[in-house]
């Protein structure tokens, strides 16, 4: 009997993963329910990136028109900023990158706006290529948190993983004796807000 895909269980290797940063730009602010705290995650996984040499890839969408990625979130170590017009971050360009950087990619962490349209385009693009997708419910977010809540339980129906920031570090960690448990167990500090779950889809409900 073959083993099991640990990576289809959910299992991460800082080496064959990569996260990506989906269009979280400053025109979109007062639009974004929890905005701020989805900039945070962000530069949470940015750092944590750092410490596991995890490439970052970020997409704008339309940056002509919608402005650039929010100056709260430093970029400038990102492994390809890259522009689209397609929902899905899942173009071309990032495509040819992504073979280039992690010739054996088996799982992505997902974060940025908006859930219910760049976030699930992009997570249904890559489940096709067979890659895992773990999405990180604290760094998600969309203007309706009706839409943004029957997105993450559609992708979660669909195979992906809705988690938290802390759960996919502490997966790249695995061990206490990591190198960079220290550094990790710092940015997790500041626990996950219990203001972005998913379960709760009554239209008024405080998520």
């Known amino acids: 009997m073959a083993a099991p895909n640990i990576f289809k269980l959910g299992a991460l290797e800082a080496h064959k993963t990569a996260f990506l940063l989906c269009d979280i730009q400053e025109t979109f602010r007062p639009h974004i329910k929890h905005f701020g705290d989805v900039v945070k995650v962000a530069n949470k996984m940015i750092q944590a990136a750092k410490h596991f040499k995890i490439p970052v890839y970020v ?3 339309y940056p002509k028109g919608l402005g650039h990625t929010t100056k709260d979130i430093n970029i400038e170590d990102a492994a390809l900023v890259f522009d689209k017009t397609s929902f899905s971050m899942f173009t071309p360009v990032l495509q040819k990158k992504l073979k280039a950087d992690i010739p054996e990619l088996s799982s992505v962490v997902l974060f940025g706006i908006e ?7 992009t997570a249904i693009d890559l489940l096709k290529e067979d890659i895992a997708v773990h999405l990180l419910a604290d760094g998600i977010s969309s203007r309706s948190l009706m ?3 029957l997105a993450l339980q559609r ?3 669909l195979g992906c993983f809705v988690t938290t920031s802390e759960s996919v570090l502490f997966k790249l960690l695995r061990d206490k004796k990591h190198p960079a448990f220290k550094n990790i167990s710092k940015l997790n500090k500041i626990p996950t807000k219990d203001t972005l779950g998913f379960d709760n889809l009554a239209p008024g409900s405080k998520l």
């Open 147 to 149: 839409d943004r809540g």
């Open 155 to 157: 992708l979660r129906s």
């Open 115 to 121: 859930t219910h349209v760049c976030i699930e385009q």
């Open 59 to 61: 997409s704008e969408q």
